[in-house]
Structures are given as structure tokens and as C-alpha cells.
């Protein structure tokens, strides 16, 4: 068969359901293979709208998403999701095209050594110089890209060798488990739980993955572990229980730092490292005891004093039978602290001030959303507040990026959700500075019928920017831009614009948008004042209960 014939089935081989594409004219052989495969093809605006959706099927399943673009700029453009991929801990896997590397008519033009540049982005990068290598090069690309930690790989097909003939049979996938962590360190883990007074459970990103969900929450049914966790690991346990203390959206002297300085051992399970931990270890210090697939990078505020490694779910079961009837701590140490957080979250829930404040807007968005429906923020100061205020039940149903935090993912990412999940009400919400560097995308949300709502905070400007140039005490200077009418923006696509004019509109304008179906832009006007009163001057005066 023909090379480009031999990818296509070995993709298929490795369950690939779509591919996120803007094709260019070195990918007009797998174009031609792909017409006639089992794979749907899903042609976006631009190469990070297919870059961010591939990436977060591979959030969202678990199994590496894929992408296509050409050479040059479609491959440079791929480059900002190749680290969304990388730092989030996304498997996702590119295919980009090339000239011909055998004979070459055009010299250098738009020749870029993708594969040097991509390196440093992804676990694997290759280009495939013979048809016979493409079996067992997509078979490791994807074992890496999906094994943990997961993420990047890139593979280049050149146009000369997408056309050659071959006779390799494709490599099957097989089932990989992961080794469980030995009994010396769970037993030593179990102890010194138990000999702590306050010991304290934090549940981090690496911990968001199916199987370990599962486990944790019978972890903590059966210990009554009080916990809080990072902004990637929300959803993991359910926030509206009594144990969970909050979540670390800033990195300090916030209300759940009470209960994180509270405690003598804190049980970090899933840590990753592109997430600074929200307590800074001192010699001498609280002990700090390392759940997770890998060992920890040790650095000046993370050096845990005992590691315990191997698969997080049979990690925490074997850790749980060891704790099981022996309850880690009494859950009464902690509990004005919850109350405190509590609180803290319901104020401003009803306030009725306009445009917008975001404690309200947080609140009426939980309001709407039921426990499985899916939240897709963009990256902005709002994402603090969803953090920080947003009641999350289930895993992934907040889909936070922590990690990049790049802006202009939010609307591919609530796309790829409402593509796995049309049961489910998906809402991306963007900032009007987000929501613009991917806007064309609505173009095809609206071309594949998805039913979404997409949330824009509009405030002219690149507020969380402008909130820490305040925050420095420097003069509001390069900020600011204008917007186009997004109601009659979404209507040239096809879709449906709503303008806010009252806080008590947008409650029934994001219901309306759900109950109708199709693709809405709702442009609500946002206050961001309470920026500096609530996450600055509020907490510089907060007092830790005794």
C-alpha cells in the first residue's frame, strides 16, 4: 500500500476517532487516505483551534488526540499547543507535512526544521524518512504521548515518502499497566499519617485521571481525610463535601493557607511540577508525604521526605486498607476554617450591581450548570474566581488550564467537549481578549451543529494584566483595545448573539441558550473592581482562626 495508506491504518489501529486539521498541499496524500478511513476529519480556522481541540480529547479520554497541519507556518502554528499539551499533561499527537527530502525543486522555501524546533515541546519528535518505519514509530509516538506523564509527540511525513510504496504491517497496541508501590513505603506512609495531629490531603493534577478518581474518592469516604486541592486537580473529590477545605488558586495567604499552615503533614497526591505547591517546605518543616506515578523533582519549596511511587489508584486503595477504621484525624480541626472558606465564597453571590461583578457571575453560572455539565474557562483574572468560588462535583467538569494558562483555548476546548458530551450543557467561558485570538472557531462549531454557549467577560481590555499592573502601583498604561458588536459578530457566523444589560439577565439568557441548542455568544459586561478590594487588600487584612 501507500505509505500515506500504511499511517492512516495505523492510526486506526490505535483507535483514532478524528483528526483536527488545516491541511496544506503536503498533506494531499493522507488527505486522499483519510477520505476513505473510519476517521472523521474535522477541518478548523486556524492550527491552534485543531491543536487545542486534539489536545483536549486527549484530556478529556485519556487516549492521545491528533492534529494536521503542513509545513511551515501551519506546523509554527502548532507550536502553542504543543506546550498546552506538554504542561498540561495532555496526550496529543501532530502530524505535520514536508517537502520532499529526497529531491528537492522549490530550495529552502517555507522549509523550517520543525522537528528541532518542536523537541524541546514534546517527548518524541521525528520525521519519518521510510515508509517501512511509520508502524512502529505511531505506535511509540502514541505509547509516549499517553503514557505518564503524558503529552506531545510530533511526527513529520514528507510528501516524497507519504506517496512511496510499503508492505509493513501495522504494530498493534497492547495493554500497559503500571507497576503498584511496595509495601515498605505504604506501611511507613500509613504511620506516620496516623502519629500526626493535622495531617491533611492534597489532591494535584496528576491525580485528575479516571482510574485514580475512582480510588480516591473511596480514599477518603472510608478515612474522612479532610482535603484541598490545586486548580487542576478540582473535580477530582466533590468540593461540596464537608471535608474540602478549598482550592489553592493563589499561591499564598489565602483562605485555604489557614488550613494548609494549620497542618503538620500533608499528603500530596498527583503533585505536578508545573503547579508550584501551595505551601513553601522549610527544613525542619511539616512533613510532606509524595503520592504519584513518578518521583518528585526536588526544588527549594518541594522536597518531600517520603516518596510513594508507582500507579495513584492502587497507591491510595493499598494506603486506605492500611487506614481503613482508623480515621487520619478529626475533621473539627479544620472545621471554621471550612466554615470561614464558605463563607468567603458566598459573598457577592447576589450581588446586583451592573455591569457584572464576578462573584456573581461565578455563582449564577454554578446556578445553571448541573453536576456533570462542563465548564471551559479561557485564561484571564476570571480564572482565579472560577477557582477560587466554583463548586466543582465531578472530574473534569471545570476544565482549568493551570499550566500554559495561555490564552485562546477556551472556546477549541468547550468545542472538543461539547463534541464528546452532547448530553451535557458545555459553556466556555472567555475574556473578550481570549475569546478573539480564536474567535474564527465559532465558524466551526456552528458548521459541526454542536450545541454550546460561549460566556464572553467584556471589559475592553486584558484585565488580568491590567490587575497586576495596578497591583504594582504603576499607571493603567497599554491595555485597553475596543470590541467588535459580538451580537452581530455571532450572527455573521450563523450563530445566535445575546447582550446582558441587567445582572438578572444571565441566568435566564445561558438557560434559553441551552434549552434552544446551537452555537450562542452571550457578551456580558464585567466589573473587575472587586479585584483588588477581595483578592488584595481583603486578604492582606485576613486573620486565620485559632
Known amino acids: ?252 495567604d489565602d483562605y485555604v493557607h489557614c488550613a494548609i499552615d494549620r497542618a503538620d503533614l500533608i499528603v500530596n497526591i498527583g503533585h505536578d511540577v508545573v503547579e508550584k505547591p501551595p505551601f513553601f517546605m522549610e527544613p525542619d518543616g511539616r512533613t510532606v508525604i509524595h503520592v504519584n506515578y513518578k518521583a518528585a523533582e526536588v526544588d527549594q519549596v518541594y522536597f518531600p521526605q517520603l516518596e510513594v511511587i508507582g500507579d495513584i489508584a492502587g497507591s491510595v486503595e493499598r494506603l486506605g486498607n492500611r487506614l481503613r477504621g482508623k480515621h487520619p484525624s478529626d475533621p473539627a480541626a479544620y472545621a471554621k476554617v471550612h466554615e470561614d472558606i464558605a463563607a468567603h465564597i458566598r459573598q457577592g453571590s447576589d450581588d446586583g450591581r451592573f455591569p457584572m461583578v464576578p462573584q456573581r457571575i461565578v455563582a449564577d453560572v454554578r446556578a445553571v450548570m448541573g453536576r456533570d455539565d462542563i465548564v471551559a474557562l479561557d485564561n484571564g483574572i476570571y480564572k482565579i474566581w472560577f477557582a477560587r468560588n466554583y463548586i466543582a462535583h465531578e472530574p473534569n467538569t471545570i476544565l482549568l488550564d493551570n499550566a500554559l494558562a495561555t490564552m485562546g483555548a477556551g472556546l477549541p476546548s468547550a468545542m472538543m467537549a461539547a463534541m464528546l458530551s452532547p448530553e451535557r450543557r458545555v459553556l466556555a467561558v472567555c475574556g473578550d481578549g481570549g475569546f478573539m485570538m480564536n474567535s474564527q472557531e465559532v465558524e466551526t462549531a456552528v458548521r459541526l451543529g454542536l450545541n454550546l454557549v460561549v460566556l464572553i467577560l467584556n471589559d475592553s481590555a486584558y484585565g488580568m494584566i491590567r490587575w497586576k499592573q495596578e497591583e504594582l502601583g504603576f499607571p493603567d498604561y497599554g491595555l485597553s483595545f475596543a470590541n467588535p458588536d459580538f451580537v452581530t459578530y455571532a450572527k455573521s457566523y450563523g450563530a445566535t448573539g445575546h447582550r446582558i444589560e441587567s445582572s438578572e439577565a444571565l441566568v435566564p439568557t445561558l438557560n434559553e441558550g441551552f434549552e434552544s441548542g446551537g452555537v450562542h455568544l452571550v457578551d456580558l459586561p464585567v466589573d473587575y473592581s472587586e479585584n483588588r478590594k477581595v483578592l488584595i487588600d481583603e486578604l492582606k487584612a485576613m486573620e486565620c482562626p485559632q
Open 1 to 252: 500500500m501507500k505509505a500515506s495508506d500504511l499511517l492512516v491504518a495505523a492510526l486506526e489501529a490505535e483507535g483514532v476517532e478524528y483528526i483536527f486539521a488545516v491541511p496544506g498541499e503536503e498533506n494531499l496524500d493522507l488527505l486522499e487516505s483519510l477520505r476513505t478511513s473510519s476517521i472523521r476529519l474535522i477541518v478548523t480556522r486556524h492550527e491552534q483551534g485543531a491543536g487545542f481541540m486534539a489536545a483536549t480529547y486527549g484530556r478529556l479520554t485519556g487516549k492521545a488526540g491528533v492534529c494536521l497541519a503542513t509545513l511551515g507556518p501551519g506546523a509554527t502554528n502548532l507550536t502553542t499547543p504543543a506546550a498546552y499539551a506538554a504542561l498540561g499533561a495532555f496526550p496529543l499527537v501532530m502530524i505535520t507535512g514536508q517537502k520532499p527530502i529526497k529531491v528537492s525543486k522549490q530550495a529552502q522555501f517555507q522549509i523550517v526544521d520543525v522537528v528541532s524546533l518542536f523537541t524541546p515541546l514534546c517527548k518524541m519528535a521525528k520525521q519519518i524518512v521510510n515508509g517501512e518505519r511509520i508502524p512502529s514509530l505511531v505506535r511509540e509516538g502514541f505509547r509516549r504521548a499517553q503514557e505518564e506523564r503524558p503529552g506531545a509527540v510530533l511526527l513529520e511525513l514528507p510528501e516524497d515518502i507519504a506517496e512511496e510504496e510499503t508492505s509493513e504491517p501495522v504494530v498493534a497496541p497492547h495493554p500497559r499497566q503500571y507497576a503498584v508501590a511496595g509495601d515498605a513505603a505504604l506501611d511507613e506512609a500509613a504511620e506516620r499519617i496516623l502519629a500526626a495531629d493535622r495531617p491533611l490531603l492534597l489532591v494535584g493534577a496528576g491525580a485528575n485521571r479516571r482510574s485514580a478518581c475512582k480510588a480516591l474518592r473511596k480514599f477518603v469516604d472510608d478515612t474522612q481525610f479532610p482535603f484541598f486541592n490545586t486548580q487542576m486537580g478540582k473535580g477530582v473529590l466533590d468540593e461540596a463535601s464537608p471535608l474540602y477545605l478549598g482550592t489553592a488558586a493563589l499561591s499564598s
